[in-house]
């Protein structure tokens, strides 16, 4: 498998994509603030429409705290509806061992179950590799 191009790399994420799968990954790091989640969310948007992936890849092992319930909705009402006409079909989710820290996915996919439940599949992983080799079957 080739080594994934990195598309941005910013203190609190870095997004990749990886042309096998295809998918994009985007790796969160340390405490989010709203106006760093949304960018990276409309980055992840962008390159999506760019790259014509349907796929996504969200590494939470490295995250701190939780999205706030404004970011929740925003990406509930707003990011999924653009995604899903982009043709947005599944997200793998690799999380942390940590109860507690598994808060910001869950979140988020939780709502993306409760607004869109058969339109976006969505499977949770502890290791890259399994998400990324769910993803290429999906």
């Known amino acids: 498998m080739k080594e994934y191009l990195i598309i941005e790399d910013k203190p609190h994420c870095l997004i990749k994509f990886n042309e096998d799968?295809?998918?994009l990954m985007v790796k969160w790091r340390g405490k989010l603030n709203s106006d760093h989640y949304r960018q990276s969310m409309n980055t992840l948007l962008a390159q999506m429409q760019e790259r014509g992936v349907s796929k996504i890849l969200n590494d939470d092992r490295k995250i701190t705290g939780s999205i706030t319930k404004a970011?929740?909705?925003w990406?509930?009402?707003e990011w999924l509806p653009k995604a899903l006409e982009l043709g947005y079909k599944a997200m793998a989710v690799?999380?942390?061992e940590n109860f507690f820290r598994k808060v910001p996915a869950a979140q988020v996919a939780a709502m993306a179950r409760l607004y869109y439940q058969d339109q976006i599949k969505i499977e949770y992983f502890d290791q890259i590799k399994a998400a990324s080799d769910w993803l290429a079957k999906v």
């Open 94 to 96: 690799v999380q942390t």
């Open 75 to 77: 990406a509930a009402q």
């Open 21 to 23: 799968v295809p998918c």
């Open 71 to 73: 970011d929740q909705n």
